[in-house]
């Protein structure tokens, strides 16, 4: 048995998976009793292929990493050129659409076309960016239902870290009445380093020259990211259907030495807390910073990490700590979305 | 459709676990498609009930919390009493059995072999209790398999917490290097007082005095509690087939003031850490005190929490925190193996 992946976007997080995959196909072929085969990669700018009975990893990887392109990879009998990303969904043979194209966030697009086009075609879409899922998350697993596909997200948040699967299928059965969250690597950061005694802007400063700084500083800096990562969170975890303006969102751009040092005093830390709780019919969400004690899990996570804490009713308040992002993390998000589809899991 | 249980011990856990059934019995009827009944409890001292039907569980929870005993649980048609635990594993109608009988910790007895007797009358065993798990693994997971039945053991490490099932499930496709755990309650509770300033034998009556030590506090102080749940983890996780006592074990009864404050003024923290490593053929098991960095995610659990740290290759370091022994907590662990096993999930 195949199953058949067209990936539409061959970037970081594209190249990671195959790369992942390239170097341990045969433990997965083995596990799955199945072998995932890539049949089509279309990318705006380094160029599509498509080939029904599958595109050579090792090949993939070489070409794209010589020549930051798709063309000089060798022609084969059977091989397909130039297909935009719609063409792809609708005519290859593709099982499965990853949808890894560089999205704007704010609109969701391409991607949202590109979901709705999938599911229509009856293949299952498995894709790592937050944007279209905070922003339209009911009506595309509605659509992912009716057309009887599956629609994973996990690399949304926390990448390949189970922020989404863990509860869902490891916690079912409790009340979850509470998640709070460190949801963006690039605040926390610039958090650590202020206790360290850098002012705000040294921190920012450092926190971009590393390169943890999002394209749009704002995003991170500002709580933006954090809004859609708790809305994502809300939506899949707490079944609440709310959209990302109704979340309260605050940054941390306002915070100085004098508010750390004052923590401090009181045996606090500052994070950027996302958070979201139900009770009874009132929701509350919201992102902003908060002195949380030195004794909460959340506050002893430091640097990019960040972190989630789910109230549970039954089994407690568990808290999971991992990366928020990279290439190899965000890559096996990708692929362990995959395995459930393949292994029929939620 | 129903899924019938017969439990073998009544104490905290299978009373804990039936409130749930009853509490939330509904929605779990809904979420699985699927009832689950208890056909038969049979413990030691308070008695044994069974019927093919089910019995009825508030009147279950009222009968032994009024008496202590199942002994005036009403008569009805069909209504068995007095077997014994091999004669309900044998002679009932169970498809799962709820092993949670009082069970020596050092000979794993008798749920190990309440384990074997109900693999080979093709019945699942759910279990909570680490003796057995540890000290048999091997034996009893491939007598599963034989017999075509399952093995739930999520509660053996951090009750409700999903250390097990969440790296199994959701991090599969990981090579997982490390495992480094807080898996003792009463030894982090012990040294977080110790960094209060308390003395060691002062914060090991504070923590006796509020049940937090185990029936005997050895097997916690010294380390052996731990050695059980690293040798389940290496086990289950890594499929390494060590048993207990080929891993490394010390205490923390040496561990002094002058110690906590040599590690505070290093930025240090001590933790009893179990941890396991796979380097190539080289494997590294042991249990001991670590005097570990401030920003180290496990350094921040404080109190009787527990936390286990995998190091996967590619998913990155994920930390998982929760609680590791409670009523409600080790009843949802119960819990989430039946709904896993009915839904022939992993």
Not at 85 to 95: K, R
Not at 128 to 155: D, I, M
Request: with cysteine.
């Amino acid at each position: 048995m195949t199953h058949k992946v067209a990936l539409l976007g061959f970037g970081v997080v594209g190249q990671g998976f195959v790369e992942i995959l390239e170097e341990r196909g045969d433990f997965i072929s083995d596990l799955l009793n199945e072998e995932i085969k890539i049949v089509a990669i279309s990318d705006i700018k380094k160029g599509s292929l498509y080939h029904p009975e599958g595109l050579n990893l090792s090949k993939l990887i070489e070409t794209v990493s010589q020549t930051g392109s798709l063309d000089a990879y060798p022609d084969t009998s059977g091989l397909i050129r130039g297909w935009d990303s719609f063409q792809t969904i609708q005519e290859s043979n593709a099982d499965t659409v990853v949808e890894i194209t560089f999205t704007d966030v704010k609109t969701g697009q391409p991607a949202i076309d590109h979901c709705k086009l999938a599911f229509k075609n009856k293949k299952n879409v498995v894709m790592s960016n937050k944007g279209p899922v905070s922003l339209a998350y009911q009506e595309l697993a509605e659509l992912a239902k009716t057309n009887g596909v599956r629609w994973g997200v996990e690399g949304t948040v926390m990448s390949g870290t189970p922020s989404l699967r863990m509860p869902i299928v490891s916690l079912v059965g409790n009340n979850i009445t509470e998640i709070r969250g460190i949801l963006n690597g690039t605040t926390n950061y610039i958090l650590t380093k202020m206790e360290e005694g850098l002012s705000y802007t040294e921190a920012l400063v450092e926190a971009q020259s590393l390169g943890y700084a999002e394209a749009d500083p704002i995003s991170d800096i500002e709580g933006y990211d954090a809004q859609y990562k708790i809305t994502i969170l809300a939506n899949l975890i707490m079944n609440i259907p709310i959209k990302r303006e109704g979340v309260e969102r605050k940054g941390i751009s306002h915070l100085t030495q004098q508010d750390i040092q004052w923590a401090k005093s009181e045996g606090k830390r500052w994070k950027l807390i996302a958070e979201c709780s139900k009770n009874g019919d009132e929701v509350v969400t919201k992102v902003g910073p908060r002195a949380i004690p030195i004794n909460d899990p959340l506050a002893g996570v430091m640097g990019v990490q960040n972190a989630i804490t789910y109230n549970c009713d039954l089994a407690g308040q568990i808290t999971l700590i991992g990366p928020g992002a990279g290439k190899n993390e965000t890559g096996f998000s990708i692929l362990i979305d995959l395995i459930n589809i393949i292994r029929g899991q939620l």
